[in-house]
């Protein structure tokens, strides 16, 4: 059946360009009235709240069936909204809603028009992202939504229900259609092409220009377990470099710009960071299935460290194992994984950045995130993003210093704003603005209700944070939402917990996430607009005070670290006080040295420049060093000659380096 139109009331008398020239007939209400607001601020800056980790069409992943519900339907709101077909008449077999929220799984599956059970704010089973929730999420100030197409295929593979396939990158080409579809959608009931409110953009100043226009700019992202098909089976690597490359190419050219390199399993490019507690085992299970390892744990070398995995039972998940295979004990003092970025997730990244994409760091584990950020810092490349409070909170500051973005997650207003008050400085520092993930449709959860008889509770109508529009209780068929008493039960009561922030942490937190937008967008514009710097020290005339000697045939020779060859290195002698210089041919600007060590490097180390090879002025030096790719930023200075000197070892050999880099930018 054909979806039906009916008008819209008000709006085709009006003529209000952010009223639908006809909505279905029945469908949920929106109830809020006001303008959107359009245009930027007396600085030239748009404005607006962030959503940057959604998962509209979940519910397309996971063979179908896991996710009840969808985000549209041109059937209308009692197709979309209604339960999967296993959960009916009690929802004994909802099988997943028993494993994510614990009883005993039952709830009344009745969706449109009562909404007796769904959604809700701890139902993790049932569509939270309808179109017109999205649409009240937008009314009431959201400017960025990123849509991350998800997807899981040992998940899939292990669920009783499917109607599909569980490959992911089929899973993922579904889930962008369907995003477009759902523009079509949107755009039909606001008079055609182009003239709805939900736009999806591909760079940041179509973005920048559908906010101006009062509307939500739409970015695809991506967050599946094994990108590409590069997953790894017992240690073994099941994709190449030639994968990456046609999968980078065909995310770009479905619109996606924002990615995660692993998720939930160690692959091929990563390890993850875990997951904790009862979940955790049963993800640990998954990571079993996939790639025929469990997860495998080291002490932490710095002051990040990765989620304690826990000994939570999940009995439904173990089922799954082998006769005699158990998910392993860990070690309380072991909290990173040994797994961090790969050689093949290191071109994944390289790629990521020749193609201008953003690289999403949550759940990468603080050792593949380590590595990861001294790539990006390496290249001076802003594009890194954390979307929803899943990396090491000790990684802030580094990642604003890149020029990058953060949001955390959705949690209660209390949490929320004691964490965005903790970062606060920092933001102030880099002149940021802040943004939350609401991971709806994502299975992890919502802001519970704070009680109806809180002292300071959010009271209806209220006034939108720019004030121009004016908010009331959300109404879907006979079900009418209260944040105070139900919580964030679906997107649509985004707005209201924004208010309950305000109430709770005060307009200060608001303020920052309503620079959001405009911070989201330097991000990425930073990362679109980013040149590759050249390197002088590429090829150029290199000495050393020593050079290792192995064998014959192998040579540690000090232009080595200038080959452009990360198989080759220089290697010194096996004492402090070793130096490699290199003559730039004439003087350049210089700012910017990275270093990429072997596995003997320099614990305290100087980097040194010259006029004549003579005369030596210290740049830059640490008596910290950890390994690694290093990157040593530091005041603009002319010179011809470049010299690392070694003052410290942090092993029993002596210095050596890949490769070094030299750069004016």
């Known amino acids: 059946m054909a979806l039906l139109l009916g008008p819209a009331p008000g709006s085709a008398a009006d003529g209000a360009w952010w009223n639908p020239v006809a909505r279905p007939a029945p469908d949920s209400e929106i109830n809020v009235t ?9 600085r030239g800056e748009v404005r607006g709240f962030v959503d940057a980790h959604n998962h509209l069409m979940s519910n397309e992943a996971f063979g179908g069936r896991l996710i009840c519900g969808r985000t549209f339907s041109e059937q209308g709101v009692a197709d979309a909204l209604k339960d999967c077909p296993e959960h009916y008449p009690d929802g004994s077999l909802a099988v997943f809603d028993f494993i994510t929220k614990g009883g005993d799984g039952r709830h009344d599956p009745d969706g449109w028009p009562t909404f007796k059970d ?26 960025v939504l990123v849509n991350d197409l998800v997807t899981n295929g040992v998940i899939c593979s292990v669920y009783f229900f499917k109607d599909r396939g569980c490959d992911e990158m089929t899973s993922i080409r579904l889930q962008a259609r369907k995003t ?13 092409p182009g003239k709805g409110w939900f736009r999806i953009v591909t760079d940041s100043a179509q973005a920048r220009e559908v906010i101006q226009q009062g509307k939500l700019a739409v970015v695809l992202g991506v967050e599946t377990s094994e990108p590409f098909g590069c997953k790894q089976i017992l240690d073994i690597a099941q994709c190449d470099r030639a994968d990456i490359d046609r999968g980078l190419d065909e995310l770009h050219q479905l619109g996606v710009r924002s990615m995660f390199l692993c998720h939930k399993f160690d692959n091929a490019l990563c390890g993850v960071r875990f997951d904790e507690g009862a979940l955790g085992t049963a993800i640990n299970v998954g990571q079993f299935l996939s790639t025929g390892t469990f997860w495998k744990t080291e002490k932490c070398t710095g002051p990040q460290h990765d989620n304690p995995i826990g000994l939570g039972a999940a009995p439904e998940a173990e089922k799954q194992l082998p ?17 961090g970025l790969t050689e093949l997730g290191e071109y994944a990244v390289r790629g990521m950045m020749k193609r201008k994409m953003m690289l999403e760091i949550d759940h990468m584990s603080v050792k593949a995130t380590g590595r990861a950020l001294d790539i990006l810092e390496s290249a001076s490349y802003p594009g890194v993003i954390s979307s929803h409070s899943w990396m090491d909170l000790n990684w802030t500051e580094r990642v604003y210093g890149l020029g990058g973005f953060i949001a955390q997650y959705m949690h209660g207003a209390e949490g929320f704003s004691a964490e965005a008050k903790r970062t606060d ?14 991971d709806m449709n994502g299975v992890g959860g919502w802001p519970g209700p704070r009680g109806a008889d809180t002292p300071n509770p959010v009271r209806y109508p209220f006034r939108s944070a720019d004030g121009g529009s004016l908010i009331d209780r959300q109404t879907t068929g006979q079900r009418t939402w209260d944040l105070n008493t139900d919580g964030a039960a679906h997107n649509g009561l985004v707005p209201d917990w924004i208010e309950d922030i305000r109430l709770v942490g005060g307009q200060g937190v608001v303020d920052d996430l309503f620079r959001g937008a405009e911070s989201y967008l330097d991000t990425w514009g930073a990362s679109e607009g980013h040149q590759a710097g050249v390197n002088l020290a590429s090829g150029a005339a290199a000495s050393a005070s020593s050079t290792e000697w192995w064998n014959p045939f192998v040579s540690f020779a000090p232009n080595r670290a200038v080959d452009g060859d990360r198989g080759t290195r220089w290697a010194s002698e096996w004492k402090d006080g070793q130096w490699l210089r290199i003559d730039l041919g004439e003087p350049q600007l210089v700012k910017r040295v990275t270093l990429d060590w072997e596995r003997a ?26 390994g690694g790719l290093d990157t040593a930023h530091f005041a603009a200075t002319t010179a011809r000659y ?5 003052v410290q070892r942090a092993t029993e050999w ?3 380096l890949h490769e070094v880099g030299v750069y004016s930018s």
């Not at 006001?34 to 007396?42: D, L, Q, R, S």
């Not at 860990?330 to 797994?339: E, I, K, L």
């Not at 010259?610 to 950890?626: H, I, K, L, N, P």
């Open 118 to 143: 769904w959604p809700a704010h701890d139902s993790l089973t049932h569509q939270q992202n309808y179109y017109a929730w999205v649409e009240r999420a937008w009314r009431g100030g959201q400017r």
């Open 180 to 192: 477009y579809e759902m523009q079509d959608y949107i755009d039909k009931m606001f008079g055609g």
């Open 425 to 438: 400085a920092l933001r102030e520092k880099y002149g940021v603005g802040y943004g939350y993930g609401t």
């Open 323 to 339: 006769a005699g295979v158990a998910v392993p004990a860990y070690a309380a003092d072991a909290q990173c994984n040994t797994r």
């Open 654 to 656: 002596g210095y050596s």
């Open 34 to 42: 006001g303008e959107p607001f359009k245009g930027v601020n007396a």
């Open 642 to 646: 470049v010299r690392i000197l070694g």
């Open 601 to 626: 490097y320099g614990k305290a180390y100087r980097i040194e420049v010259s006029g004549d090879g003579e005369s030596w002025r210290t740049a830059w030096s640490t008596t910290e060093g950890d």
